[in-house]
């Protein structure tokens, strides 16, 4: 709804997450779970967060840290296909996990769901936020590419 709202420029943000999170409450679901969940609770009081992306946290209505959008051919194909599709746009949003997903543990939650960059989330990979932001600063390091 944050995101829906700074996408498209929606107003009444707040009214709108205040009602979502009474309708939520007021919802009958398994004892275990409990609504609004932390995550909610706590966008709720930081609704700018949401509209971030969560690795490079420039504004999802942006492009991926704000950087100019880059101009992408075809993706290479062998000759025997007859068909070429075009890669992705960066900036284009994709569900992304704070934390990786692993194998018999549910955390496909809200919790761990946000929205983000596609290039950002192609980034982390199977990598936590965590994990992609000191492989990046490696790279940056061997680069040269410090700045501050
Ligand atoms: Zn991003």
């Known amino acids: 709804m944050s995101v829906v ?4 420029g929606a107003s009444e943000r707040q009214q709108i997450a205040e009602r979502m999170a009474e309708i939520l409450a007021a919802h009958e679901v398994d004892p275990v779970v409990s609504l609004p969940s932390r995550e909610l609770e706590r966008l709720l009081r930081d609704p700018q967060e949401i509209v971030l992306c969560p690795l490079c946290k420039a504004p999802l ?3 991926v ?3 100019p959008e880059r101009e992408r051919g075809t993706v290479l194909q062998p000759e025997w296909r007859s068909s070429k599709r075009e890669e992705g746009v960066g900036s284009s949003i994709q569900i992304t ?5 692993v194998e018999s543990v549910i955390i496909h939650t809200a919790e761990n769901v946000r929205y983000g960059h596609r290039w950002c989330n192609v980034s982390m990979s199977d990598h936590s936020i965590e994990e992609t932001l000191d492989f990046m600063e490696h790279v940056v390091r ?3 590419r410090c700045k501050g």
């Open 5 to 8: 709202a700074a996408l498209y």
């Open 61 to 63: 209505a942006s492009t």
């Open 65 to 67: 840290a704000n950087l």
């Open 97 to 101: 996990h704070l934390k990786p997903l």
């Open 142 to 144: 061997v680069h040269g």
